[in-house]
Every structure is written in C-alpha cells, then in structure tokens.
C-alpha cells in the first residue's frame, strides 16, 4: 500500500510505501511516486504523524462514570475517595469492559502506545492486573499496552504491601511505581521507593513514580528517586510523572533538580489536564497552575513526554483520551502556545514518549513498523489547533480505524 501526498511534522510532501506482509515502512520519498500495481491512498495534503503515544495512562479507572455517580470536588483526595470506592465495587467482568472501551478510544485518536498504572493495592487488585493482562495481550500487534504496577498508597506500605508488588509483577507486569507522598510520613514515602527500586531491581522491570503530586513546595521524593537511580545505575528506566510540586519549587532548587533528572536520563511525563484540574483546588485566589516547568525541563535536555491521565472518572470527568486535547492544555498551562513550541509538542506525544516507554521500533522512517494517524488537517499547527477528530490509523501497516469522509479504504 501506498500513502501519497501527506505533509510530515517539517512541512515536507512525502509519500509512505508500506509493506503489508510484514507490516513495516519500506521506503519514504520525498513528493509523489509512481504506484503502479499497489493500492494507493491518496491523503490530499493531510498532516501524518507517527501513531501516538500516551505515557499516563489509568485504564483501570477510566469511564467509573458510566457505572458510579459524579463527586462535584477538586479536591485530589476528596475525589481519589469516590473513584477507589467505585472501583471496589466493580465485577470483573466490568473492569474489563471499561477498560476495553477505553483501549477502542485510544485507537480512535491514533494512540498505539499506553503506558498505563493499574492500581495493585487496595481491593480487587487481582481482578485489575487479571483483566490488563488479558487486554494487553487481546490488542498485541495492533495497540502496544504497557503495564506499570501502581501502588497508590490506598493502605499502608510495609512487608505485606512489598509481598503484594511481586505477586502482581509475577502476574505479568512490565514495571512499577506508586505515589510515595501519600503515604503516612516522609519516612514511611522514602521505605516506599527504596523498596520499589529493590524490586524492580530484582525483576529488572522499569519504575514510574506519580512523583510530587501535590502543591507543596516542600514535597520532595523526585529528589530520593532520581538518587536511587544514579545509586543503581538504571539509567533510562526511571519515570517521574506529574511533578506538580515543581512549578512551586524555589527557582534555584528546581534547577539543581532538572540538573540531576537529566544525569539520571530520568523521563518526565507530564499530564497537563489532571495536572490543572488538581493543582489550586485548595488555595483561595489566586491560584496556581500545577504544570511542572516543561519549557525549562526541555532546555535541559531532559526527555519530556506527555501523558492524557484518567477518562471521565472522578479525578477528570471530561477527559476523552485524545492527545491533542492534553497538548492543547499544555500549550495554554505553560506558555507554549507559539509556533517554535509545536514541533517539541508532537515529539513530546511521539518519539519522546517512544523514549519514555522504551519502544526502539518506532518513527516515521524506512524500516520501523508502520504505526501511523493521518489527521485531517494541512499541517502540524493545524492539528494541534484544530484537535481534528477524523482520523486514519494504521497499526503493523494495516488500516485498523478510519474516519476520514473522502478517503475510502
Ligand atoms: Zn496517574
């Protein structure tokens, strides 16, 4: 199959020829090329990308609202309170329902990759893990589903807890994380991360922390983790999502951090929607926005990706799943709404998530398997400011959604 006349994120006219047999790119050329004898999809200009990445995912979580009712709160734990108890509540059969209708949104957008947190303690954990596993296996070759183990602090973490991190690693797990500040005291978050790095350790699987994950400017357990994985040289296979608490980090604090994070070639996700959603919700006027310093992060050097978080649950009750929709939040949450900002944008829901997940066969190039959306728009700044929602998705170079009108398959 031939895709002719799409617009790459450089503004160049390319066309894609696709090897269906064995589902990678054969070859990219610049401007039209001669297609005799192959199926030919001529996309008329549109803006192609490399299928999309979502760093932050809780599949397990997503659409409660469909089942359980709406808790009018900002309030992170106020609302956190509502969603575990809704989640308690749920059959098996229901958590993979609502996860399955999840994974059929992310393909709709064009997202191909997740990376999602499947909250392994609390109540029906098994039932959790059980149903992810079996997704993840259902969609394999059409939508690359990472599971981390996520400990969200719901009881409290001692030799019970750390019994129960490997039991679901031994389950099918490919990492683990969990969120340290909510657990009791400073001490009780710090055992938390050591122990987490022990195991991961043991199991040699990657670790993603929810790290800082409140407005306090002295919630500091990014700064344990990123010495844990300098201690234990696990370059590359370090996450730190959310750091909200950075945006309220003195200026010289936060620099000496992002100094050590990019040493420690640690990734940061950022979910920019839950992030604004959560952030102030405790403060009288004014109120502040919660986005760790993503323009800044980049600078470093540091690899920043982006991450949609929860689907119309009581943590974010208007989320879709669409990337752009995140990137949008973004550019306004961080002052990135100017042209020079785009491209890092689309790496940040792209290659760099590719990064962060650790997927080598990824990219828009001869050679790597053909994941591909083509948004019905005339360039990158369109999609980004359009959020056009008809899509064409190729998944392993086969065409798995397609909403484009004018183009028929
Ligand atoms: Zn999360």
Known sequence: MILKNALNENNERISIVL??????????????????????????????????????AHIDSNFLLD????????????????????????TEDEIYKLAKKSIDHYITHGTLFV????????????????????????????????????????????????????????????GIGGQPHLQPSREDGIYMVKSLFDIAEQFNII????????????????????????RRKLYGKVSLSHLIAMHSYHDDYAHR????????????????????????????YPKRRGIPRVRELLEEGINVSLGHDDIQNHLNPIGDGDLLKASFALMIGDYMFFTRYFKDIHRMMTYNGAKTLRITDYGLEEGKKANIVIFNTKSLRDTLIEIPSNRLVISGGKILYNSLESITI
């Open 19 to 56: 090897d269906e047999s064995s589902g990678i790119i054969k070859r990219i050329v610049k401007g039209e090329i001669s297609s005799i004898g192959d199926k030919v999809l001529d996309l008329g200009g549109r803006f192609v990308s490399p299928g999309l990445v979502d760093s932050h």
């Open 67 to 90: 089942v359980c009712k709406e808790v009018e709160t900002p309030k992170f734990t106020e609302a956190l309170k509502a969603l575990i108890e809704c989640k308690e509540n749920l």
């Open 115 to 174: 990376r999602t947190h499947v909250m392994i303690d609390g109540k029906k954990w098994k039932e959790r893990v059980r149903s992810l596993v079996r997704l993840r296996e259902e969609f394999k070759g059409k939508v690359y589903i990472q599971l981390i183990g996520f400990v969200q602090s719901y009881d409290y973490f001692d030799k019970e807890q750390e019994e129960r991190v490997i039991k679901s690693i031994e389950m099918g797990l490919d």
């Open 207 to 230: 670790l993603d922390f929810h790290a800082d994950y409140a407005d306090e400017p002295d919630l500091k357990f990014s700064e344990v983790i990123v010495s844990e994985t300098i």
């Open 257 to 284: 951090l992002m100094r050590w994070i990019k040493s420690a070639d640690i990734n940061v996700i950022v979910s920019p929607i839950t992030e604004l959603q959560g952030s102030g919700a405790h403060e009288n």
